[in-house]
């Protein structure tokens, strides 16, 4: 191939490794991104009939039972963002700017409460706020009226406090590297520490904040789990969409498509919004001068510390619960006074194969993204052009997907000839991978960003081919770093149900999906069982990517 005039779209001057590699991952985009979303879109302007009409549509704007869908979930979503920030923007500043006591222990909590599934935290609430729950009766008891965590407040008070850690890990990082020029200046005019912090620490740190907000929104917006779980009669968005893709009356796939046309405008508008506000302002500063960790009073310190440890407690309550609670003796949806093992040994009885599921497909996706990161993260960092540009726009697609809406779309586009998917456990690997990978790109592309370019030019100046130096040099010294980010990867790829309860079929079930359907019979001590798997391996994955990281780092 001759080289391309300049200003052309391929930038390639001959076909070598990397330019094969850009075309199959073009080629993997296209056929599980663009061609699914394509032909939702396609179907949703379609009737029964098959029929070429904006009816779906015009239902929506119509009937309230749809729109109202809509405004549920930016209600929940909204609220969950609100109090979100409420909890943790005061939470990173104290952990932050003061000398607390047990600032690992905490901030290993907070990490735990995020990484566990929604889900399984509307499922421990259910045991312990739900009609029956062991807290509900007390509160009665004591003579305290307490209805359940059923409902849309139920649902925000779960995200809260399962995504306000976005919030926290965001913003205390924010607060640990800002230039505090700024605030000495505002508080040498004789402001007050809190007109200080609303007036400049917070403007300061807003594009990061705004961003932490964005994962609450777009995670809150995009959860199928929860509001299934809590709603009773309350329809999100996502549940809507799931509902009349499945159901019991045959399905109306053509608006199931229009709803996840909807819920990925919406996703997409609140990135743009939050990109907008962001852009309006200049916010650099010279980050000379990071912030010192003041000295409190004795007391201060004290109460400072108690208030921190309780919010990080409270968050790890539901996987606390859901592990107590699968030693429990139950006889259904009952439980019994002693301890016992026969919740497990249910498990691997009944669902062995939900277990070995899990494990396997989350492997196999996380290999692929393990690979497919590192080499697609090395074509964006040391290959750029506007094709690899747009290749890193195609890549973030994903992100403003719900699970729920990338589940249909597959299987809108792989339930015919030619390519036949759905069914299989191909389809779920594949999901996962769409899902997850901008995670692990992401990870690798900042790994990369920090090694010299004068190692490979080293290895190559020696006579070492490029690809053989990418395998031999590059990728090993990327290898700590990536590993640690392909293990966050790991870690919501096992707990994943918004998309697997959707593409599943019978002897493709997961955990998760296990744990949904165990709730919904009723068989709490099982599904107590099953989460607590997933929090011990949680747990341990945390564990391994944080030697991991700490190794990369040496590196």
Excluded at 117 to 125: E, L, Q, R, T
Excluded at 155 to 171: A, G, K, R
Excluded at 285 to 305: C, D, E, F, V, Y
Aim: charged share 10%.
């Amino acid at each position: 191939m001759q080289p391309t005039k300049k200003g052309r779209l391929f930038s390639f001057k001959k076909w070598d490794f990397w330019s094969w590699v850009t075309l199959i991952v073009y080629v993997f985009l296209f056929a599980f991104i663009v061609y699914p979303l394509f032909t939702l879109l396609f179907n949703s302007f379609y009737n029964d009939e098959g029929s070429l009409t904006l009816d779906n549509y015009a239902n929506f704007v119509k009937l309230k039972y749809f729109y109202g869908a809509l405004w549920n979930s930016l209600k929940v979503s909204a609220f969950a963002t609100l109090f979100s920030i409420l909890l943790g923007v005061p939470l990173a500043y104290v952990t932050a700017r003061y000398n607390v006591k047990c600032k690992g222990l905490i901030q290993i909590l907070v990490i735990m409460s995020l990484l566990s599934p929604p889900f399984i935290g509307a499922y421990s609430w259910i045991l312990m706020l739900g009609n029956n729950g062991f807290l509900t009766r007390f509160l009665h008891d004591l003579g305290i009226p307490f209805s359940s965590v059923y409902g849309w407040k139920g649902i925000v008070f779960v995200f809260t406090l399962q995504f306000y850690p976005h919030i926290y890990l965001y913003v205390s990082g924010a607060l640990k590297t800002i230039d505090t020029s700024l605030e000495e200046a505002a508080e040498s005019l004789g402001r007050s520490s809190f007109h200080r912090l609303r007036t400049v620490t917070l403007p300061l740190i807003f594009p990061t904040l705004s961003a932490g907000a964005l994962m609450v929104f777009m995670a809150s917006f995009a959860d199928f789990g929860t509001p299934m779980l809590l709603g009773q009669g309350f329809k999100v968005l996502p549940i809507l969409a799931y509902e009349q893709f499945i159901s019991e009356m045959g399905g109306n796939p053509a608006m199931a498509s229009t709803l996840s046309v909807i819920l990925i405008i919406c996703s997409t508008s609140i990135l743009f919004l939050q990109r907008f506000f962001v852009a309006r302002k200049n916010y650099t500063m010279t980050g000379m001068r990071t912030p010192k960790i003041q000295t409190l009073r004795p007391l201060a310190k004290w109460l400072l510390t108690a208030g921190a440890l309780l919010v990080a407690c409270v968050s790890i309550i539901p996987q606390a619960t859901v592990i107590v609670t699968s030693f429990i003796k139950t006889k259904g949806p009952v439980f019994h006074p002693g301890f016992s093992l026969n919740s497990y040994k249910e498990i691997l009885f009944r669902v062995p194969k939900a277990i070995l599921n899990t494990y396997s497909f989350s492997l196999i996706s996380i290999v692929i993204m393990v690979v497919m990161g590192m080499l697609i993260a090395y074509v964006l960092v040391r290959r750029k052009s506007k094709l690899t540009a747009m290749l890193d726009g195609l890549i973030m697609i994903p992100y403003v997907m719900p699970g729920t809406v990338l589940g249909i779309s597959m299987i809108i586009a792989f339930n015919k000839p030619p390519v036949v998917l759905t069914g299989t456990w191909v389809i779920l690997v594949i999901a996962y991978v769409v899902r997850k990978l901008p995670y692990t790109i992401r990870s690798s592309t900042a790994i990369l960003y920090q090694l010299d370019r004068s190692v490979e030019e080293a290895s190559i100046s020696l006579g070492v081919p490029p690809m053989k130096t990418f395998f031999k040099t590059t990728g090993r010294l990327m290898g700590p770093g990536v590993l640690s980010g392909a293990i966050l990867s790991w870690i919501t790829t096992i707990n994943e149900l918004s998309s697997t309860i959707v593409l599943y079929y019978g002897s493709t079930a997961t955990i998760s999906v296990t744990i949904y359907s165990e709730v919904f019979t009723a068989n709490y001590g099982t599904g107590a069982a099953l989460a607590s798997i997933l929090s011990i391996t949680t747990l341990i994955s945390l564990i391994v990517a944080n030697k991991l990281s700490k190794k990369g780092l040496q590196l």
